[in-house]
Every structure is written in structure tokens, then in C-alpha cells.
T-cell receptor
């Protein structure tokens, strides 16, 4: 079956712009979470959605937001981009977000802010 | 607080066995994941331990001791393609949140 799909794979934005990234989870998975990966900070949790509700949020500023649709697809948005937002943004999905469910990652979206 | 510790780098020889350790201190814990990540790629799932003990899957095994806050990933019959970063991640009690260690870069030499 298809894995976690993220679009776009690569993008370049200018400081001050905003960006929207999309994630389609594995079929049947209802939990979608987002992570930011940078060389300096490693993998950091942004937020998690389950059944269109945000259940958990990491320590990121309000410029980072997300949402989940009724078909479990999710988007994350970063407004007023800063150079430090350049990173690999990873989406992960699992069946229902409870203990015992494997969490799978997508290929990621590489964001460069110039 | 949450703290996940794993060695920064390890080097091993092709065909050998290597053990990558991970210790964790988290407020709330629901299991321990191991992922493999090659440079420029996304993390690939290797194993998930919820209960204490050893889980074996082919050349890879993972162990968890919840009382000691300790896990390890064992890789047998090392191959050159195993050269990658190995990420240890603790699953929090609520909301499917993973807290990652910094990763262990494994270099396999011939």
C-alpha cells in the first residue's frame, strides 16, 4: 500500500513569505504528526492531529500552524518565514495514535528560506 | 523534562555486530522507537518496543528495559548499506508525540 505522501518535496521561499505543506497519511491512518529536522536541533515535534483535532503541540511559535481534514489529510502552514525555518519538514502517520501503533514517516518537504 | 541520550558516532566492520545504546528520561512514556535515516532521506521504521524484552526482526533486534530507562538496537552481519544515522525516539503518553535523541551515526567499514 502507498506510504505517507508529502508535497511539495522541495521549495524555496523568501523571508517574510508564508508556506503550506501537505501530507496524505497511509490509508486507514487517522493520526498525523509533523516534525521539523535541522542539523542543529535534530528532529523536533511540531503538532499532532487525530480526527481533525489537534491533540498535542510542541514548543514552536504561533507562526507554525496546521490542520487536518475529514479524509485525514493534513496541512501545515508557516507564516512570516525566517531564515531559521529552513529545514526538512516530516509528516508521520499511525492508525489511531494509541500505544502499539507503528508510526511511519513520509519523504519530507525540504524548505529553504532565502 | 525529557532527555534522550545516544552515542554520537560509532564505527564497525562489515560482517560484525554492533549495539547502539539509548537511555531516556521522560515524563510519561509509551514505548521506544528506532528509526534508520540515510543522509538526505526520511527516517525509516526499524522497531517499536512497548514491553520489556527483546524484539527480533531479521538482522535487527531491539531491547527495552522500562525500569532502567534503557534500550539498545543490535545490528548483526553488518553491511555497507547499514551506514546511516540511527534515531532512538520515546513515545509520549498522549497525542502520539515522539521525542528523539540526536541520532547515532554508524559508519561501516570494509
Amino acid at each position: 500500500k502507498a506510504g505517507v505522501t508529502q508535497t511539495p518535496r522541495y521549495l524555496i521561499k523568501t523571508r517574510g513569505q508564508q508556506v503550506t505543506l501537505s501530507c496524505s497519511p497511509i490509508s486507514g491512518h487517522r493520526s498525523v504528526s509533523w516534525y521539523q529536522q535541522t542539523p542543529g536541533q535534530g528532529l523536533q515535534f511540531l503538532f499532532e492531529y487525530f480526527s481533525e483535532t489537534q491533540r498535542n503541540k510542541g514548543n514552536f511559535p504561533g507562526r507554525f500552524s496546521g490542520r487536518q481534514f475529514s479524509n485525514s489529510r493534513s496541512e501545515m502552514n508557516v507564516s512570516t518565514l525566517e531564515l531559521g525555518d529552513s529545514a526538512l519538514y516530516l509528516c508521520a502517520s499511525s492508525r489511531d495514535g494509541f500505544s502499539g501503533n507503528t508510526i511511519y514517516f513520509g519523504e519530507g518537504s525540504w524548505l529553504t528560506v532565502v | 523534562g525529557q532527555n534522550i541520550d545516544q552515542p554520537t558516532e560509532m564505527t564497525a566492520t562489515e560482517g560484525a555486530i554492533v549495539q547502539i545504546n539509548c537511555t531516556y528520561q521522560t515524563s510519561g512514556f509509551n514505548g521506544l522507537f528506532w528509526y534508520q535515516q540515510h543522509a538526505g532521506e526520511a527516517p525509516t521504521f526499524l522497531s517499536y518496543n512497548v514491553l520489556d524484552g527483546l524484539e527480533e526482526k531479521g538482522r535487527f533486534s531491539s531491547f527495552l528495559s522500562r525500569s532502567k530507562g534503557y534500550s539498545y538496537l543490535l545490528l548483526k552481519e553488518l553491511q555497507m548499506k547499514d551506514s546511516a544515522s540511527y534515531l532512538c525516539a520515546a513515545l509520549m503518553e498522549y497525542g502520539n508525540k515522539l521525542v528523539f535523541g540526536a541520532g547515532t551515526i554508524l559508519r561501516v567499514k570494509s
